[in-house]
């Protein structure tokens, strides 16, 4: 069975930082493409930023763009990860990690990911 399970996420002042961990289980991962997406309330699940399956090609939403950094580990700790600096209110949400197949690059659509995560809550105070 094919987990994701996020960590990370707490209440941040504005202009501060985190790291989001997404740690995956029960699947190969290296074929993968990841990705973060977040869902802000009443707002749809958007984009965040994704990683080819070797680390190599990453590509991000505009908002988030100079900002955060996405990142993963392939070996032991089959983790990903997204460094989130300069915080805005704008940048609260729950925040979801996915994996599914690389077929084409870039992934940005939902579909294109058959895991997921159940999410952590970011949370950037004004």
């Known amino acids: 069975q094919v987990q994701l399970v996020e960590s990370g996420g707490e209440l941040v002042h504005v202009g501060g930082s985190l790291r989001l961990s997404c740690a995956v289980s029960?699947?190969?991962?290296?074929?993968?493409?990841v990705a973060w997406f977040r869902e802000a309330p009443g707002k749809e699940r958007e984009f965040v930023a994704s990683?080819?399956?070797?680390?190599?090609?990453?590509?991000y939403a505009d908002s988030v763009k100079g900002r955060f950094t996405i990142s993963r580990e392939n070996a032991i700790k089959k983790t990903m990860y997204l460094q989130m600096n300069s915080l805005e209110p704008e940048d609260t949400a729950l925040y979801y990690c996915?994996?599914?197949?690389?077929?084409?690059?870039?992934?940005?659509?939902?579909?294109?990911?058959?895991?997921w995560g159940r999410g952590t809550q970011v949370t950037v105070s004004s």
């Open positions: 996915a994996a599914g197949l690389m077929r084409q690059w870039p992934m940005v659509e939902r579909a294109q990911y058959n895991y």
């Open positions: 029960g699947r190969t991962f290296m074929r993968d493409a």
């Open positions: 990683i080819g399956w070797n680390g190599g090609t990453t590509y």
